[in-house]
């Protein structure tokens, strides 16, 4: 089934750790996203995507960074997770940016302690 | 400061009758506005949208509903089933712009 693949699904880590969360889509999209869902504040855009090779910071983008080595790939990294962290995140793609909806993936959640 | 405010956290209505999910806004330069749903342990999931040229949008049983004049939306469910039982995320984009997104409501569809 064609869609959005997030790993892992949970993960529990030590303040100041390094984390890398994965997100792989197989529709050929072109945009990517990376949301954190936190209650009472929804989903907050942590970085972005356009295309291949381009990448954007989004509304809470401290400490997190992003890579989009190719169409299908963009992982998050957490240099030194801190408590702050602890969220649900959620990888989407769109196939023409915000010009069409997201398509979202299970999401991770991640907990620091 | 929240651009999107979906005020309800919760919602709680009976099988077959209407549920209103409400939503305002803030920024006059949205041209777009979507609804996603989402269940437990999966992403949330696109519902249904409206252009700011339009008032109304209707897909099955969803209607939305946008008063520019207000800054306001809402989301109409007509019958209402049990299955419906989702959080509701109201998101709203400005040409160019990336989503933004509100608190969410949680609907419970009771039988």
């Known amino acids: 089934i064609a869609g959005i693949t997030q790993a892992p699904t949970s993960q529990i880590l030590a303040a100041g750790r390094r984390m890398t969360l994965r997100c792989t889509q197989d529709?050929?999209?072109?945009?990517m996203y990376w949301y954190r869902q936190d209650l009472g504040l929804g989903l907050r855009l942590i970085h972005y995507?356009?295309?291949?090779?381009?990448?954007g910071k989004g509304e809470v983008p401290d400490g997190y960074s992003v890579s989009r080595a190719n169409t299908d790939d963009f992982p998050l990294t957490l240099a030194s997770a801190v408590p702050s962290q602890t969220s649900v995140y959620f990888c989407a793609s769109s196939e023409r940016g915000t010009a069409s909806p997201l398509h979202f993936g299970n999401g991770t959640r991640l907990t620091v302690t | 400061d929240q651009q999107v405010k979906q005020n309800s956290p919760s919602l709680s209505v009976q099988e077959g009758r209407i549920s209103i999910l409400n939503c305002d806004y803030t920024?006059?330069?949205?041209?777009?506005f979507l609804w996603y749903k989402k269940y437990p342990a999966e992403g949330p999931t696109f519902l249904i949208s409206?252009?700011?040229?339009?008032d109304k949008n209707e897909d099955g049983r969803f209607t939305v509903f946008l008063n520019k004049s207000a800054k306001h939306l809402s989301l109409h469910i007509v019958p209402s089933q049990p299955g419906d039982s989702a959080v509701y995320f109201c998101?709203?984009?400005?040409?160019?712009?990336?989503?933004?997104f509100g608190a969410g409501t949680i609907l419970r569809v009771k039988s």
């Open positions: 529709m050929r999209h072109n945009a």
């Open positions: 995507s356009n295309t291949a090779g381009t990448t």
């Open positions: 409206i252009s700011s040229i339009k």
């Open positions: 998101a709203a984009i400005e040409y160019g712009n990336k989503l933004v």
């Open positions: 920024n006059s330069m949205f041209d777009y």
